[in-house]
């Protein structure tokens, strides 16, 4: 999608123009008219049709141009998020009707141009998206082409808020495009590939851990997972150093169980369907350290994805085996569907002692209780850091990619215990699951202050579509931590 930014006179005379309206705007543009556009705005359509309120449309044919005015709502509760799903709305009104270039008028009462135009193209760029590549090609979309933004705001960095969104939102999408792709081929081996092409496209340094060199270093943990499967785990690291002279360092870390089956505590039907994006924990790490690289951002940041496929098979690892991390703890094995914190923890360890950050933050598809506290609509925390899970606080409330923070009280971590181990992969009853999650990670990180982010309700949406995410994949986290390393 081309983008555009045209300063000076807001007026067109032919096309697509949007137009976003508050009620009070609106109430002004009825009471005394200033242009010729509005004029006929007030004489043609009435009050009925558009007030101005939120997620209300009306549209204006004047010869060679349409206009279309949407509904903001009230001013006093106008947002960032206002405009996200605004433009949301307008995405979907043009994918419906095939319209492949729009003009959009910056022009928001109490909102910058500047965050207008990037709330705008955030909602324009994630809810244009869709996943089509197996459709039939008369059923494919017919997508945008072009978005001009115009105004006459002589406000400096409109132009970089675009750019900021436009890379952060693709690799969101980027994102929602490897979740929503097929099992078989969204594989360990896949992610490897893409790891290796944002590499060298962006000049970033990588290793790779084969089964071979995890076995070497005893990481049993990653390794019990994937047994049963016949796709070999991997170990990615992808650094990008965009701050060569501080030698403060961030490591993401993400899940990346690409089919989880359950082992062989299988799911039930109901449950196993979506799981094809459980590795969305390491997708974003993806999509994050692109985004990072591309908009380079004066940050030093590890991406690490820990991937496995849980599969069942003859090999399969077993209820009740005691496994021995790369950390030198055993593990007793409560349920093979508790796979995800045993990739992340051989990963945290591996991060810890081999690449000295000063921060870790791991995300992950973790547990089905994170959505039963809060649903899809945020994120669960936990952590020992607490300064960092403030940022991510406020980071989330400024993308709407939001996150609470649960408690991880010693209580909870003096339950992950087992009769005949060092540890259990899950507490011996269900309270606490998404919390017991974290308590049971915290166990592999010794001295590295460090954050949790559960994301099974937020990455993927059972029941949509909701404004700018479609029903599925959602490339939540990208935004988030983009925000938190362009602000920290």
């Known amino acids: 999608m081309k983008i555009n930014l045209k300063r000076g006179s807001s007026e067109i005379s032919k096309g697509e123009m949007f137009i976003l309206l508050t009620e009070e705007e609106t109430k ?89 135009a990037e709330a705008i193209l955030d909602g324009i760029l ?22 001009t933004f115009h105004t006459t705001s002589k406000e400096k960095n409109i132009e970089e808020s675009l750019r900021n969104s436009e890379i952060t939102c693709n690799a969101a999408n980027y994102v929602r495009d490897l979740q929503t792709e097929n099992a078989d081929v969204a594989t360990p081996l896949y992610l490897e590939k893409h790891a290796r092409e944002i590499a060298k496209k962006y000049r970033l340094k990588i290793k790779v851990l084969d089964e071979k060199e995890l076995k070497k270093i005893g990481a049993g943990l990653i ?31 993400g899940k990346g169980i690409t089919f989880d089956s359950g082992g062989l505590n299988i799911k039930p039907t109901g449950h196993m369907e979506t799981m094809k994006e459980d590795m969305s924990g390491s997708a974003v790490c993806l999509g994050t350290i692109k985004a990072a690289a591309e908009l380079k951002l004066k940050s030093n940041l590890i991406a690490v994805l820990s991937s496995a496929e849980n599969a069942i098979g003859s090999a399969s690892y077993k209820p009740g085996d005691v496994v021995t991390s790369l950390s030198g703890k055993t ?8 796979e995800g914190r045993l990739v992340l923890a051989d990963a945290l360890t591996y991060i810890e002692k081999n690449l000295k950050p000063a921060r870790i933050i791991d995300i992950a598809t973790l547990t089905g ?15 020992t850091d607490k300064e960092t899970m403030k940022k ?10 939001r996150v609470w923070e649960l408690p991880l009280h010693k209580e909870y971590i003096s339950e992950v215990k ?48 909701r404004y700018y995410y479609q029903k599925g994949a959602t490339g939540y986290g990208v935004r988030l931590l983009i925000d938190f390393l362009k602000n920290n």
């Not at 915290?442 to 954050?451: A, D, G, L, Q, R």
Request: positive net charge; aromatic residues 8%; glycine residues 8%.
């Open 126 to 147: 994630l809810g244009s998206y869709r996943f089509d590549k197996y459709k039939e090609k008369d059923e494919k979309i017919v997508k945008l082409k072009s978005v």
């Open 418 to 465: 087992s009769d005949i181990a060092d540890m259990n992969n899950i507490n011996y009853s269900r309270k606490a699951g998404a919390i017991m999650g974290a308590a049971f990670l915290s166990k592999f990180v010794e001295n590295t202050p460090w954050v949790h982010i559960d994301i099974a309700g937020t990455s993927w949406l059972d029941n949509g579509p």
């Open 223 to 253: 390794l019990a997972v994937a047994k049963g499967s016949r796709y070999p785990p991997r170990m990615i690291i992808l650094e990008y150093n965009g701050n060569p002279k501080s030698k403060d360092k961030t490591a993401i870390v």
């Open 28 to 116: 002004k543009i009825r009471s005394s008219p200033k242009h010729p556009h509005q004029k006929e705005f007030a004489s043609r359509i009435t009050n009925g049709q558009f007030s101005g309120e939120e997620e209300q449309r009306a549209t204006l044919h004047l010869r060679d141009l349409r206009l279309h005015t949407f509904g903001l709502g009230k001013e006093k509760e106008l947002s960032k998020e206002t405009l996200r799903k605004t433009a949301s709305l307008i995405a979907d009104y043009c994918l419906c009707l095939r319209i492949p270039d729009i003009n959009i008028l910056l022009n928001i009462p109490k909102i910058s141009p500047k965050d207008s």
């Open 369 to 383: 209780a994170v959505i039963i506290a809060l649903g899809d609509y945020t994120a669960g925390m936990c952590g």
């Open 331 to 338: 593990v007793e094995i409560g349920n093979t569907d508790a």
């Open 392 to 401: 991510l606080f406020r980071s989330g409330e400024s993308t709407y990619e």
